[in-house]
């Protein structure tokens, strides 16, 4: 069943998130040479569980549940984490939370402290449970719950 209350809610959210991230974008871009790469990253809300945020070089992914419960603090510092590590590896091809994102947190005037404390809208991802099926051929299959 389709419910447009929560799509609606969902939609909001998603434009708050863009026009954060293009905000902390456009630091990005006058602090660096951006300017071999297309733009802003794309943006979406279907990252689930434990995780705030997620970055490649050309995608942000936020957990909206985590963004919803915690939206002032979200705004402040996991948009600017998530932009950061898309820098980082625009830059450097790799990022993690090492020296050259580290100075990119500091660029942007915010801590660069690695792990979020949010406990509202966290939810640990479903674990999967990997089982050794024995036909008795001699390559091992398994089996996932």
């Given amino acids: 069943m389709y419910d447009r209350h929560v799509h609606g809610q969902r939609l909001l959210l998603l434009d708050i998130l863009t026009d ?15 300017s071999a790469f297309d733009g802003l990253p794309i943006i979406s809300l279907d990252l689930r569980g434990v995780c705030a945020g997620k ?9 909206p ?3 919803e419960n915690n939206l002032e603090d979200f705004l402040v510092r ?7 590590h898309t820098v980082d590896r625009r830059l450097h091809g790799t990022s ?12 942007f005037g915010v801590d660069d402290s690695r792990c979020h ?6 939810t640990p991802a479903r674990r999967i449970a990997r089982f050794q099926y024995d036909c008795g051929c001699p390559e091992p299959h398994f089996l996932t719950s």
């Fill in 117 to 122: 404390s949010y406990t509202a809208g966290v």
């Fill in 20 to 34: 954060e991230t293009k905000k902390w974008w456009s630091i990005a871009c006058r602090l660096y040479d951006l």
């Fill in 96 to 107: 993690s939370h090492g020296p050259a994102w580290k100075r990119i947190m500091r660029d």
């Fill in 78 to 84: 996991t948009v600017p984490h998530e932009v950061a």
């Fill in 65 to 67: 549940k985590i963004a």
């Fill in 55 to 63: 970055a490649s070089i050309l995608k942000i992914w936020y957990n």
